[in-house]
């Protein structure tokens, strides 16, 4: 056997020169200097030859990473190469050459440098968003373009580990968005079972982090009753905001509609000079176009949009991204600014709108059609949404007048009638 004295010390010679450890393992000294190990083994009862590496003497201090990569590299010493010949003889006792095992592991290296979880990830938005509504597929590119993607992105897939899913989901919750949070672990971890399902990965790393996250027990109130409007409407006049992302929360509170078809409007849904606004389908919640009567306070609202983002898609652009809309964080954390963190939503407004005119007698109808609240019979919603228009264009300029004297403080309360008011 040899020693590393010897591999240290052999000199080139005129020929190669062949120095022998033993079970197949051999030191090639050749005439130019170069010192290379070598492994010859059968199968078959043919004889082969494998090219382990070259032989090396590790610098002084390498550290384990080191060490690796110059492994990898395929520089060896004395006890590696041992190593490495033991682990071909394993191979060869299963009729596999180390040559072509080599070469499968260097494929599968190549792939899994590719195969980074954000090419992974966009692979499957790819093969699946033709199942996916354009407001879901938007939140899903959003969600893992702004909160995933920068920490995990640039990572190979299979080096993803359930410590570094965990740190991107505890950044999000940190910035108050627990809800965000779970939905982004159920993301990520449909891109790693599609990558389960292409051989990419053998697990979910979200898998164990599945009672991390706990939603917080919030009291959210439904609505807010008469005597508390007019607080939270001084309240969201003052808040310290940016400018767009007020104003598109003060006309979710003249508007009434769902946050999610406030938020992604764009400027060719709107007929200012008419007061419409026309939802397109596939943003609401019952999948039918739905006309919003615009109130001359809302009509305000969105021409001093029309100056800021007038040229552009989206009414109330991202922050980061113009090219996409509002982040459904955005109105909830101006709520959150005016002090009802935990305690009034964005949603509740609709609850508010609801049942201060129904308690102060308005017509029922005229008010759940302000709200595209489903009419079961197609043909008479259709016939309603038309004939009720004036109706609700006169409700929703009541309201937008009535918020403009709650803001002065003056005392407002529902009275009964007996039919619209």
Same mark, same amino acid.
């Given at each position: 056997?040899?020693?590393?004295?010897?591999?240290?010390?052999a000199?080139?010679?005129?020929?190669?020169?062949?120095?022998?450890?033993?079970?197949g393992?051999?030191?090639e000294v050749?005439?130019?200097?170069?010192?290379?190990?070598?492994?010859?083994?059968?199968?078959?009862?043919?004889?082969?030859?494998?090219a382990?590496?070259?032989?090396?003497?590790?610098?002084?201090?390498?550290?384990?990473?080191?060490?690796?990569?110059?492994?990898?590299?395929r520089?060896?010493?004395?006890?590696?190469?041992?190593v490495?010949?033991?682990?071909?003889?394993?191979?060869?006792?299963?009729?596999?050459?180390?040559?072509?095992?080599?070469?499968?592991?260097?494929?599968?290296?190549?792939?899994?440098?590719?195969?980074?979880?954000?090419?992974?990830?966009?692979?499957?938005?790819?093969?699946?968003?033709?199942?996916?509504s354009?407001?879901?597929?938007?939140?899903?590119?959003?969600?893992?373009?702004?909160?995933?993607?920068?920490?995990?992105?640039?990572?190979?897939?299979?080096?993803?580990?359930?410590?570094?899913?965990?740190?991107?989901?505890?950044?999000?919750?940190?910035?108050?968005?627990?809800?965000?949070?779970?939905?982004?672990?159920?993301?990520?971890?449909?891109v790693?079972?599609?990558?389960?399902?292409?051989?990419?990965?053998?697990?979910?790393?979200t898998?164990?982090?599945?009672?991390?996250?706990?939603?917080?027990?919030?009291?959210?109130?439904?609505?807010?009753?008469?005597?508390?409007?007019?607080?939270?409407?001084?309240?969201?006049?003052?808040?310290?905001?940016?400018?767009?992302?007020?104003?598109?929360?003060?006309?979710?509170?003249?508007?009434?509609?769902?946050?999610?078809?406030?938020?992604?409007? @764009?400027?060719q849904?709107?007929d200012?000079?008419a007061? =419409?606004w026309?939802?397109? %389908?596939e #943003?609401? $919640?019952? &999948?039918? *176009?739905?006309?919003?009567?615009?109130?001359?306070?809302?009509?305000?609202?969105?021409?001093?949009?029309?100056?800021?983002?007038?040229?552009?898609?989206?009414?109330?652009?991202?922050?980061?991204?113009?090219?996409?809309?509002?982040?459904?964080?955005?109105?909830?954390?101006?709520?959150?600014?005016a002090?009802?963190?935990?305690?009034?939503?964005?949603?509740?407004?609709?609850?508010?709108?609801?049942?201060?005119?129904? @308690?102060?007698?308005?017509?029922?109808?005229v008010?759940? =059609?302000?709200?595209?609240? %489903?009419e #079961?019979? $197609?043909? &008479?919603? *259709?016939?309603?949404?038309?004939?009720?228009?004036?109706?609700?264009?006169?409700?929703?300029?009541?309201?937008?007048?009535?918020?403009?004297?709650?803001?002065?403080?003056?005392?407002?309360?529902?009275?009964?009638?007996?039919?619209?008011?």
């Open positions: 056997m040899l020693t590393d004295t010897q591999c240290r010390t000199k080139a010679a005129d020929k190669p020169l062949k120095l022998r450890d033993g079970n393992l051999y030191l050749r005439p130019n200097g170069s010192k290379l190990w070598r492994y010859r083994y059968e199968i078959g009862g043919k004889e082969n030859l494998f382990l590496g070259s032989y090396c003497q590790p610098p002084a201090g390498e550290s384990q990473k080191e060490a690796q990569a110059r492994r990898d590299a520089q060896f010493t004395l006890a590696e190469a041992r490495e010949r033991e682990r071909c003889r394993g191979l060869v006792k299963q009729s596999i050459h180390p040559s072509h095992s080599q070469q499968t592991d260097r494929l599968r290296r190549s792939l899994e440098a590719e195969s980074t979880f954000q090419a992974v990830a966009e692979t499957w938005i790819r093969e699946n968003e033709s199942h996916w354009a407001n879901y597929l938007r939140q899903i590119k959003q969600r893992l373009s702004g909160d995933a993607f920068p920490w995990i992105g640039a990572l190979p897939i299979k080096s993803v580990t359930p410590a570094h899913v965990k740190d991107v989901l505890k950044r999000l919750e940190k910035r108050g968005s627990p809800a965000s949070a779970k939905l982004l672990k159920t993301w990520i971890g449909g790693f079972r599609y990558a389960a399902g292409e051989l990419l990965v053998e697990a979910d790393p898998w164990p982090l599945r009672n991390t996250l706990k939603a917080p027990k919030t009291q959210h109130i439904a609505h807010l009753a008469t005597k508390e409007i007019p607080a939270f409407l001084r309240a969201l006049e003052d808040v310290q905001a940016e400018n767009a992302t007020k104003a598109a929360a003060k006309l979710l509170w003249l508007t009434v509609v769902r946050t999610v078809e406030l938020r992604c409007a @764009e400027w849904e709107f200012l000079e007061g =419409l026309t939802v397109p %389908a #943003r609401m $919640k019952m &999948r039918e *176009a739905h006309t919003v009567p615009l109130s001359f306070q809302a009509v305000e609202i969105l021409r001093g949009m029309q100056a800021l983002t007038g040229r552009g898609r989206y009414v109330f652009p991202g922050r980061k991204d113009r090219e996409q809309p509002l982040t459904h964080e955005g109105i909830r954390d101006v709520f959150n600014r002090g009802y963190a935990g305690k009034f939503t964005p949603h509740g407004v609709r609850g508010t709108f609801s049942t201060f005119f129904n @308690e102060a007698g308005a017509d029922h109808e008010i759940e =059609l302000c709200l595209a609240h %489903a #079961r019979n $197609k043909v &008479r919603g *259709a016939y309603n949404h038309a004939k009720k228009l004036d109706q609700r264009r006169a409700l929703m300029q009541q309201w937008a007048d009535l918020t403009e004297a709650w803001i002065k403080g003056a005392d407002v309360v529902p009275l009964r009638s007996n039919g619209a008011l």
